[in-house]
């Protein structure tokens, strides 16, 4: 029997991986992936408005323009603002700087000594200026009324130094586990993208793909001379282990997909120098975030439960998929029976992502050790700092043993279903299968 | 030898399978026969072990069929049981990994049983591919392939044309003369009469009538007489002992209901003219199934 079951297994496998839909879906994987880790560059080779440069014209009678130029890239440069600025000082008229504003996207800028507030000036543009640009020239004119104040006070250098220099601002957080929320903000978003989002679509692919495989054997009647030859509980075997191997084979594509994808953006970089100084710069950045927050301790220390987490609910939902297989005699009857599993993995899905939110939740925490759902929110709230390592054991204990009771009971529905053929409503034949079992 | 005791089943109140007994010796070739819903399938799905049954014992050489004696037998389901989404090849391969074969033996034996079929250009064809008589080819093909003790065929003859029929019809021979254990229903008696030495006549599960074909027929009383003369019908049925008198293309056929009654008619027919045919026949099997069951056997 064990021959019989791995050659079930391989072939199981084989019919899924070995098609061109696996291999063209996971190429478009790869295209896509690589698409959005380099979404930036290929917006801009496309090119478009956002090249144009947002041109200021400045009309100084304060002999103030490289202060006002310089003050305001800076602060542009710091606030990470996307937006490219040009400033040119102009001497033309301002009436007929005003007639070209409905043609050519600018904004005047007139500086004016004023004899009681020392600088006055004024911000004409044709359509109304966006708020940034706005906030920046509004700093950049005070900063410069507060140049010239300084200037005519006679004060000394040091005193202007003093006065100009900036304060310095120690940040302190009194939570040991999570620096400080900037970052839990940055790890959650991250645990939601590696572990959420990849998991989700997994469990979905694998629910789906174990319903059509025994829908097509049932439809087909080939399900009755595989069960002639091997019990049910090989077959159903065979279909779970082929199914988990094979969503554990993707989920480590994706993670290679990913990897190279992040590779040729790296690649890219080392081309155009200054952007790849500026995303090395925020990768480094990141990663000290990460290391500060504590997150890579407490994944070293619950990894390895996590792991035996996810694979069984792999385990979980293969089984569950399996069975509800079997009841079914078509693909859309295994649909309706499909919809509440696709509840539960929402409801987990959508719990692990509030879970950052609604910090200390005791209906979070509870969730998670609810087999079926604790495989998304007990990882997420391990890494945030919400539960301890024990409770993510006692969630992983929880979801093994669940394991192996749904495969006990599962097995006798599935025995029952498989060669179950009848015409009668849905409903019924499950109730059907639940009293023979 | 593949022997049934008693075997009984029910789907909830219904009883599709009632007491049913018989004994199929190697070599031998044994029709089981019924109206739609007669429990033929049921029986079927028993001896294979699809389904448990609610009583009696199946024995295949004195032991009971589990998963350890199924690789040595064969089994053709009445609907397609193909995956259609392979080929001909990963699906014969498929079913006789099951069977305990390994791949090599399997390959060989394909190619010769593709041949044997004249197929063998789709050996690398999707199953959804091949018409719906080749498809039944290949179905037997993996009935077969592992050289069975024991083949059940549901329905072999299903889709296929005359000459199909006849090839199958030499497979069957060849394997009864291997020793193999067949077991058959069909729905076309003239095959059933062409094979069957022994069979079983299911009427709502139970048996109605069985034994060896040639013990039913000697058994039965009515007889058959083809007739080609100057007749007059009206004079021939006023006969004692004539049922019925059909004519036909060729001939006349007078149905009588006793061996007696043959000379009753034979001295009739002395006074007419033109006799060129007095033939005494068994009846058909379909005649003897429309007196049993109380309609004729086909649909």
């Known amino acids: ?437 | 030898m593949l022997t049934l005791e008693h075997v009984t089943k029910y789907y909830d109140q219904l009883k599709a399978v009632d007491d049913l007994s018989f004994e199929v010796k190697k070599g031998e070739i044994f029709g089981l026969l019924g109206v739609n819903g007669a429990g033929k399938t049921t029986t079927f799905r028993m001896i294979i072990g699809l389904l448990a049954k609610d009583n009696g014992t199946i024995l295949l050489d004195g032991k009971p069929i589990d998963y350890n004696v199924t690789d040595k037998i064969g089994f053709l389901t009445e609907e397609r049981s193909l995956l259609t989404k392979l080929t001909v090849k990963e699906q014969v391969i498929y079913y006789g990994v099951l069977k305990g074969m390994d791949e090599k033996n399997i390959l060989n034996r394909l190619d010769y049983w593709l041949k044997r079929f004249h197929i063998e250009e789709y050996k690398n064809r999707k199953i959804k591919e091949l018409s719906k008589g080749n498809q039944q080819k290949i179905q037997f093909i993996t009935a077969i392939i592992n050289d069975p003790e024991l083949l059940i065929l549901d329905e072999p003859f299903t889709g296929l044309d005359p000459i199909n029929v006849e090839q199958f019809m030499e497979v069957i021979k060849e394997l009864k003369e291997k020793n193999t254990i067949i077991i058959f229903s069909s729905h076309r008696m003239e095959h059933v009469e062409l094979f069957c030495e022994k069979l079983v006549i299911l009427v709502h599960g139970k048996s109605v009538l069985s034994g060896s074909l040639k013990e039913i027929k000697k058994s039965y009383q009515k007889k058959n007489i083809h007739i080609q003369a100057d007749v007059d019908i009206s004079k021939l049925k006023e006969i004692e002992g004539v049922i019925d008198v059909e004519k036909t293309a060729e001939d006349y056929i007078v149905k009588i209901k006793d061996q007696e009654s043959i000379s009753n008619v034979f001295n009739y027919i002395k006074k007419c003219q033109n006799v060129t045919e007095f033939r005494v026949e068994d009846p058909t099997l379909n005649e003897i199934f429309l007196e049993k069951v109380g309609v004729l056997y086909e649909d």
């Open chain 1, 1 to 437: 029997m064990k021959t019989k079951l791995k050659f079930l297994v391989k072939q199981s496998l084989g019919k899924k991986i070995k098609t061109k839909w696996f291999k063209i879906a996971n190429i478009l994987v790869l295209i896509c992936l690589i698409a959005i880790a380099n979404i930036d560059r290929i917006v801009t080779f496309f090119g478009g408005d956002f090249e144009e440069k947002q041109e200021i014209i400045l009309i100084d009678h304060t002999n103030s323009y490289d202060f006002f130029s310089s003050y305001f890239l800076s602060m542009s440069n710091s606030l990470g603002e996307m937006k490219n600025y040009e400033i040119q000082k102009s001497t033309e008229n301002i009436e007929k700087l005003k007639e070209g504003l409905k043609e050519e996207d600018r904004v005047i800028i007139t500086l004016d000594f004023d004899s009681e507030n020392y600088l006055k000036s004024q911000v004409i543009t044709y359509n109304p200026i966006d708020t940034i640009t706005y906030q920046l020239l509004s700093t950049t004119i005070n900063q410069l009324k507060s140049n010239i104040v300084i200037q005519t006070s006679n004060m000394s250098p040091e005193e202007i130094n003093a006065l100009t220099s900036p304060v310095e601002i120690e940040k302190i957080t009194t939570n040991e586990e999570v620096e400080n929320a900037e970052s839990q903000d940055i790890i959650s978003v991250g645990v939601i993208l590696v572990i959420i989002m990849p998991f989700f679509f997994l469990i979905t692919m694998l629910t789906q793909m174990i319903g059509a495989e025994i829908n097509d054997e049932k439809s087909t009647r080939g399900m009755e001379i595989i069960i002639s030859n091997v019990s049910p509980k090989v077959h159903f075997l065979s279909k779970i282990i082929a199914s988990t191997i094979f969503v554990v084979v993707q989920g480590l594509l994706l993670v290679v997909y990913a990897i190279l994808a992040f590779a040729i953006r790296m690649l890219l970089n080392g081309v155009t120098q200054t952007s790849g100084m500026e995303i090395s710069g925020m990768i480094g950045d990141l990663w000290q975030t990460i290391l500060q927050s504590g997150v890579l301790h407490l994944l070293g220390q619950g990894l390895p439960l996590i792991l035996i987490l996810f694979l069984a609910s792999f385990l979980l939902y293969a089984i569950l998929a399996g069975v509800l297989a079997s009841m079914t005699t078509s693909v859309e009857d295994y649909q309706q029976l499909q919809t509440p599993l696709m509840i539960i993995l929402l409801i987990g899905y959508y719990v692990a992502i509030m879970a950052s939110t609604f910090e200390g939740s005791l209906f979070i925490k509870i969730l998670s050790f609810i087999p079926m759902i604790s495989f998304l929110v007990a990882p997420v709230i391990f890494i945030l700092g919400q539960t301890t390592l024990m409770e993510l054991f006692i969630s992983t204990i929880f979801s093994v043993l669940f394991c192996f009771i749904l495969f006990h009971y599962g097995l006798r529905i599935y025995k029952v279903g498989i060669l179950n053929y009848s015409s009668s409503k849905l409903w019924k034949k499950i109730m059907k299968s639940v009293k023979k079992a």
